[in-house]
């Protein structure tokens, strides 16, 4: 079992770049393959991206590919999403997801292990 807590989210300007975190307990990191998903008011938590065990393979939801990059650090059990050139319909509550499976999926209920979500808001 792995507990993730989220942070680095806050206020930034359209345009503007953040980077958010999400930190794993357990020994055991290395063996999950991680996801992000975002949650706007009155709409569906959606994929963002996600990231394969050993960080090699990564997946992106159409809307953020080409603006946002997720990475991972093992030996700081530690998953990252570098989020540039954001938009106002990027403001949602950002959450990190685990998986014990190999192959990298978009849907939520594949996964098994969630964070409590940070509020990322992007102002005009």
């Known amino acids: 079992q792995v507990k993730l807590v989220e942070s680095g989210g806050g206020l930034v300007q359209t345009g503007g770049s953040l980077r958010i975190s999400c930190a794993a307990s357990?020994?055991?990191?290395?063996?999950?393959?991680m996801g992000w998903f975002r949650q706007a008011p009155g709409k569906e938590r959606e994929f963002v991206a996600a990231?394969?065990?050993?960080?090699?393979?990564?997946k992106y939801a159409e809307d953020v590919k080409e603006r946002f990059t997720i990475s991972r650090d093992n030996a700081k059990n530690t998953v990252y999403l570098q989020m540039n050139s954001l938009k106002s319909e990027d403001t949602a509550v950002y959450y990190c997801?685990?998986?014990?499976?190999?192959?990298?999926?978009?849907?939520?209920?594949?996964?098994?292990?969630w964070g409590q979500g940070t509020q990322v808001t992007v102002s005009s």
């Open positions: 357990g020994r055991s990191f290395y063996s999950y393959t």
């Open positions: 997801a685990g998986r014990t499976g190999a192959v990298l999926r978009d849907g939520r209920f594949e996964y098994d292990y």
């Open positions: 990231i394969t065990r050993n960080g090699v393979v990564t």
